[in-house]
């Protein structure tokens, strides 16, 4: 049974440009979370998601990010026009149900724009 | 003030010490994880409780509800448990995972 994956593992983007980040959850999960690590900082919720719903996408910033969790394939987080404050580490994590349950975490993306 | 405090934000240790890592939160919770971020950056979940005690391996997590306080504690810490331990809560009201800044552990041989 294979983790959470995400691609790419590392990303470079020049300012302005989007940026696509990708999870596919554990086999099973429907619930996907996706969370950033800015530099020397801790990490931040940024939305959580099932499949067609966006349930909690209080952490994002309001513009420029978007993300979905479509019925077929992955999750996705779109940065559109990135900007030198978004270089971070995105993590997304798994369940299989919503409520207090061990979330599975993916080996993240680093985002660098330059 | 944050809503999870870690302490100490740092620690180092010779091998084989017992290590203990403190987390105190202010806020209604339903459960308490712990997880591991390694040097090369994967974080991996150790536990989750909502309250007593679990234990696994080396590693042995407690919680007091009343106190708002969990201890990750290891025993004969070897180099390989260097990492950072961040401490999250799930928040009772947002169901929302809140974490601490971490504890970076050094463990030198």
């Known amino acids: ?114 | 003030k944050n809503e999870v405090e870690q302490s100490p934000q740092n620690l180092t240790a010779q091998e084989g010490e017992f290590i203990t890592i403190n987390c105190s939160y202010s806020v209604g919770i339903s459960a308490l994880h712990w997880l591991q971020q390694h040097p090369g950056g994967g974080i991996v979940s150790l536990f989750m409780l909502s309250s007593g005690k679990k234990k696994h391996g080396r590693l042995i997590a407690t919680i007091n509800i009343q106190e708002k306080h969990s201890s990750l504690h290891i025993t004969a810490s070897h180099p390989r448990d260097s990492a950072v331990y961040i401490c999250a809560v799930r928040s009772y009201n947002t169901d929302k995972l809140i974490f601490g800044t971490g504890t970076r552990l050094q463990v030198f041989p």
């Open chain 1, 1 to 114: 049974n294979a983790g959470v994956m995400q691609n790419p593992r590392h990303l470079v983007r020049r300012r302005g440009q989007e940026a696509r980040l990708r999870c596919s959850p554990m086999k099973g999960h429907s619930h996907v979370y996706w969370y950033r690590q800015l530099p020397e900082e801790g990490l931040k919720f940024m939305v959580y998601l099932q499949k067609e719903n966006i349930i909690d996408e209080s952490g994002m910033p309001k513009e420029r990010f978007s993300a979905e969790f479509p019925k077929e394939g992955p999750s996705i987080l779109r940065i559109q026009q990135v900007v030198r404050g978004d270089s971070a580490a995105y993590f997304c994590a798994s369940s299989p149900w919503s409520g207090p349950e061990e979330q599975f975490f993916g080996p993240g993306t680093r985002l660098t724009v330059l």
